[in-house]
């Protein structure tokens, strides 16, 4: 089973860089289009693609991308995942730089 947040849930988390806002863009919705196809294609859950309020995206985000399924019994929406843009929040806070060659 994916995750599908209740009040206990499996952590799925990964990192990247990249030296400008259109490639870390591209790579935020390319991980988003993964969490859809296992929701869609592999377990038949319908998915809705979606970008979070600033109020519920990811503290110290750019922004944050969504999949939310619907559960038809409780009338509710439910997260199945998330993709963030981190833009450079965290690199300037702890001083991470790149050399480009």
């Known amino acids: ?21 259109e490639e870390c863009g591209a790579e935020v919705l390319e991980i988003l289009d993964g969490y859809a196809m ?4 592999l377990l038949a859950v319908p998915v809705v693609k979606g970008r979070k309020t600033e109020k519920e995206k990811f503290a ?10 619907f559960v038809d019994a409780v009338g509710r929406g439910c997260q199945g ?9 965290f690199s300037k806070m702890f001083n991470i730089t790149f050399q480009d060659p």
Not at 3 to 18: M, S, V
Not at 38 to 41: D, G, N, P, T
Not at 81 to 89: A, I, R, V, W, Y
């Open 60 to 69: 110290g985000a750019a922004y944050t991308t969504t999949v939310e399924t």
């Open 81 to 89: 995942g998330t993709s963030h843009n981190l833009g450079q929040n």
């Open 38 to 41: 296992v929701y869609e294609e």
């Open 1 to 21: 089973m994916p995750f599908i947040r209740t009040r206990e849930f499996l952590w799925q988390e990964g990192h990247c860089a990249w030296q400008t806002d």
